[in-house]
């Protein structure tokens, strides 16, 4: 990547306070760090289910009696996001609801009143949300799926797209706790099944760009049963075209699918994310496809993409074929200084390293990761450092595929150099509940320098995963205001120097499976006590460095003018 000079910054500092602060059978021949046969008798990282203490009771729909097609099975997400900037994570859940009755192989008898509806809950502190969905206006009729947010027009304000079957909504934040449809006047038009998407600054104008996957062209009249009275699958249904549209900078956005040269691929998206894998200062695009070869999109600097997946080794499974692809996340698992990619999935989960050539090695048979999760079908996750030891930990959410069979859930405690232990039950007895999981969003909600996570379960309660993992590390959390750059710093890299270490992150939208995290990038230093440096690689170009830092807070940075 080319590197500019270091300009002179301006940045304001947010101190926040730190707070006082049975395995199932894995596959055979994983005896490896992912699956130690000596468990450690204690966890240094802890979870527990905060649901009712934060007085968060959102419960999921499919909106049928029982479970009976693609549609309902597929799921929801949620997004942690600042709506009100008083500096607390706000959380935003989407939800199904019944639909006609002909959309049912098992519709309800009785409606509820009122309908499941997407939720909005505001962070008071102290642990405690109040819903607001009413007040702020985010209760749709819509079978909503998946949910991505940002400060699409630069006001400060961060907006929401939400996805669901039939269309999109954008919600344009009005600054006041409410927000407003702009769909129409901004010139988003998206037919079909819509689901994980994501905001990216493309063409590095400064306006985040919108990129919206799309599932298949569902059929609730085609209900072909099969052994087990299964419905009919994503191979059952052809295939869709995701959509791209161009910020204008003014409001409205311009459909570029076909000129961009996504339109010329055609998949069954999944999930979706947008990161600058190779460094060389442009976003590229990833496509978890179910049962369809994914697609790795790489930026050609010039408004256009070229899809790589195939020749990266991203597009198929560990065998070569083609794979339950469910939630992709980029990050450094290696400490190399490199995005590499972890792809969950329906069976074998997959970790990709980055190899620096536009290629990627799949060492999660390897190092049993994969492996270790085979019994399971899985969906959310989150990779952080959840007891801010300085290495990257994995946290992931399983739940049945077709049917509503509820599975436990999975933690790999990082040991560096790609190498990980399965601390999963002995990390908090909420990890060992059994539960259908769908999507999942993390964030440090509470402002205690510890990540946690929202759980949604397919046509059930949610849960508030409460990280409460004690003599944990230092941290620093950096939230990013961008200038000449979108003003929420969506592509920028920031690279962290302590203790004679360096941790590199980049700022994304969408991460996992339909959701999206706290926008604030979060690092563990475990026992160094001073920040050295942050460099930060802004979109458009300008390189920023912060000499000398304190830990344990959070950091705003703003991009020089």
């Not at 509820?112 to 809950?121: A, K």
Request: hydrophobic share 35%; proline share 4%; glycine share 12%.
């Amino acid at each position: 990547m080319t590197r500019f000079p270091i300009a002179l910054f301006i940045f304001s500092l947010l101190a926040v306070p730190a707070a006082q602060a049975q395995t199932p059978a894995a596959a055979q021949g994983a005896q490896t760090a992912a699956q130690s046969s000596a468990a450690p008798q204690s966890s240094p990282i802890l979870f527990e289910d905060a649901s009712d203490k934060a007085h968060i009771d959102f419960v999921h729909s499919f909106g049928s009696a029982k479970l009976g097609s693609l549609l309902e099975g597929t799921g929801a997400g949620c997004v942690w996001f600042d709506y009100n900037n008083d500096g607390k994570p706000d959380l935003y859940v989407v939800n199904g609801r019944p639909l006609d009755d002909s959309m049912h192989p098992y519709p309800l008898k009785e409606k509820p009143d009122p309908l499941p509806h997407n939720h909005l809950y505001r962070n008071d502190g102290n642990g405690h949300f109040t819903d607001v969905t009413e007040q702020a206006g985010l209760a749709p009729d819509l079978y909503s799926m998946a949910v991505t947010a940002a400060d699409y027009d630069n006001d400060g304000n961060v907006d929401l797209l939400v996805t669901g079957y039939g269309r999109v909504i954008l919600y344009h934040n009005d600054g006041n706790g409410h927000f407003t449809d702009v769909t129409e006047k901004a010139g988003i038009k998206v037919d079909g099944w819509s689901i994980s998407s994501t905001w990216l600054d493309y063409d590095k104008d400064g306006c985040v760009d919108l990129f919206v996957g799309r599932y298949v062209k569902f059929d609730p009249k085609y209900r072909a049963f099969y052994g087990a009275d299964n419905y009919p699958g994503p191979l059952d249904y052809e295939g869709e075209t995701n959509r791209l549209y161009h910020n204008n900078c003014n409001g409205t956005f311009t459909d570029v699918t076909d000129k961009s040269g996504i339109g010329a691929f055609i998949g069954r998206t999944m999930g979706v994310t947008a990161a600058d894998f190779d460094g060389d200062g442009w976003d590229d695009i990833y496509v978890a496809n179910d049962r369809t070869e994914n697609f790795l999109f790489h930026n050609k600097h010039d408004g256009t993409f070229e899809e790589i997946g195939n020749d990266s080794g991203t597009a198929f499974g560990q065998n070569g074929e083609s794979t339950s692809a469910m939630g992709p996340v980029f990050a450094d698992l290696e400490g190399k200084g490199r995005l590499d990619l972890w792809v969950t999935d329906g069976r074998y989960n997959r970790m990709l390293s980055n190899t620096g050539k536009l290629t990627f090695d799949d060492i999660g048979a390897t190092n049993g990761v994969s492996q270790g999760n085979a019994q399971y079908v899985s969906w959310g996750s989150g990779i952080y450092d959840y007891d801010n030891d300085g290495q990257l930990d994995i946290l992931i959410f399983h739940g049945g595929l077709i049917h509503l069979i509820p599975q436990e859930h999975t933690l790999y405690r990082g040991l560096g150099n790609g190498r990980y232990e399965d601390i999963s039950r002995e990390a908090g007895a909420v990890l060992s509940k059994r539960t259908v999981a769908r999507g999942a969003c993390f964030g440090d909600y509470d402002n205690d320098g510890k990540v946690d996570a929202f759980l949604v379960n397919l046509g059930a309660r949610g849960t508030l995963v409460h990280n409460i993992s004690k003599n944990t590390g230092h941290w620093v959390e950096i939230k990013l205001k961008g200038t000449k750059s979108n003003r929420d710093g969506i592509g920028a890299r920031v690279e962290v120097y302590a203790g004679g270490k360096r941790y590199m992150q980049e700022r994304v939208a969408e991460s996992g499976y339909l959701s999206q995290n706290d926008d604030r990038l979060h690092y563990g230093l475990g026992t160094t006590t001073e920040v050295d440096k942050i460099i930060v690689h802004w979109p458009s170009g300008r390189e920023q460095a912060v000499e000398k830092q304190g830990v344990d807070r959070v950091l705003t940075v703003e991009e020089p003018r």
